[in-house]
């Protein structure tokens, strides 16, 4: 997810109003849960901000995972936490909350998911309605029903955590599932709708998805000349000028401000304190808080971070000529987003010059610059000087 996450661990990314481990929580807590404890490690400090002592009425408790040795390895931090039966859910997951709280009903239990390409998640088997085995990442899965990172475990599984690491180096809680489905019955909760927010992609799916549930709300300021269409949310303290057009949906964080004749449409999120010049295009896009995008620019189907300046006149593509999905690199390696259209990754505190034009596909790191008139087509760490 970089260079998204450089300043804020990757659960703490919005979805719509609040962060994507927000929304577990809610799950959670609407199933049943009374109480949280959220393991915490790289920027804990912004989780404990946003959490506190009480979430929702639930009492939240934090425990820190002192190095990044794995899921068992994490809840395994938790462990003193831990009392009776508990679930486990991954913070950059979403899950439909009728889904978690079939799963909280049928524990011992572990959530599942149907996919197109099984083979890249951890496979499980199943006979008469329990779980019989689980395998990661198969090149031949015997079925497709995939392991979604919720469980149920009895608490005897308390005592499981400590597992020996994975080829991967890592402590894996399919581990510990294997472990319970040796001595409990195991059911299979398949879920009908998750989404894994792994990459900037997914990032921009899970605010389609969220963005798709809101009630239109008009609580800030909108000009009379302005057009508001479909489900949009204008929070207190956002404002939209005059010949602006706003079609859903779309979500405009407080203090935000759309420009005279900007045209914000699709899934977009626009976070606090972003402004939109004159006559700019925003299209499914997240925009997080503090970034200003100049006049004259578009930006479509793409990830911009915090504090970013766009000059006037700055364009990203958003679409391959041969119509073939477009690739990010990721770990060094070239990844279809398997989306026909995506446009830039862009980090906090980039700048680009007037007329920047950046290809589909590129990231442009946290604090990278363009000169005026620059056609950017590889990915750019460091500045151009």
Not at 126 to 152: H, Q, R
Request: net charge negative; glycine share 10%.
């Amino acid at each position: 997810m970089r260079p998204l996450s450089d300043s804020v661990p990757k659960p703490m990314l919005p979805a719509a109003d609040r962060p994507l481990v927000a929304h577990t929580a809610d799950a959670a807590i609407d199933a049943g849960a009374d109480e949280l404890v959220l393991v915490v490690g790289y920027g804990a400090e912004t989780v404990r901000e946003y959490f506190g002592d009480r979430y929702r009425d639930a009492p939240v408790r934090y425990a820190v995972q002192e190095e990044q040795a794995g899921t068992a390895d994490a809840v395994h931090a938790a462990r003193d936490h831990l009392d009776g039966p508990f679930a486990v859910l991954n913070g950059d997951n979403l899950y439909e909350p009728a889904g978690v709280e079939a799963l909280f009903e049928s524990g011992p239990a572990v959530a599942c998911y149907r996919a197109e390409t099984p083979s890249n998640y951890g496979v499980l088997s199943t006979d008469d309605g329990a779980v019989t085995d689980v395998v990661e990442k198969p090149s031949d899965p015997p079925t497709d029903l995939i392991n979604a990172g919720a469980y149920v475990f009895p608490e005897a599984a308390r005592e499981w955590l400590d597992v020996p690491r994975s080829e991967r180096g890592e402590r894996e809680l399919t581990d510990v599932l294997l472990d319970v489905v040796e001595r409990f019955e195991v059911t299979p909760v398949e879920l009908t709708r998750w989404l894994d927010v792994g990459r900037p992609w997914e990032l921009l799916a899970a605010n389609e998805w969220t963005l798709a549930t809101a009630d239109r709300e008009l609580a800030g300021t909108v000009s009379p000349d302005a057009t508001v269409e479909g489900s949009v949310v204008v929070e207190p303290g956002a404002t939209v000028e005059s010949g602006a057009v706003i079609e859903g949906p779309a979500l405009l964080r407080s203090g935000a401000s759309v420009g005279p004749n900007a045209y914000v449409r699709g899934a977009t999120l626009l976070g606090e304190d972003v402004s939109i010049g004159h006559a700019v295009e925003i299209k499914n896009s997240v925009v997080l808080s503090g970034t200003s995008i100049g006049h004259l620019s578009y930006v479509g189907d793409s990830v911009v971070g915090r504090d970013a300046n766009f000059g006037a006149g700055t364009n990203v593509a958003n679409l391959r000529h041969d119509d073939r999905p477009v690739k990010v690199t990721i770990k060094g390696e070239r990844v279809s987003t398997g989306r026909r259209k995506f446009g830039a990754v862009v980090g906090d505190g980039v700048k680009t010059g007037i007329n920047t034009s950046l290809d589909p596909g590129v990231t442009l790191s946290t604090g990278v610059a363009t000169v005026p008139g620059e056609r950017v087509a590889r990915d750019r760490y460091d500045d151009p000087d």
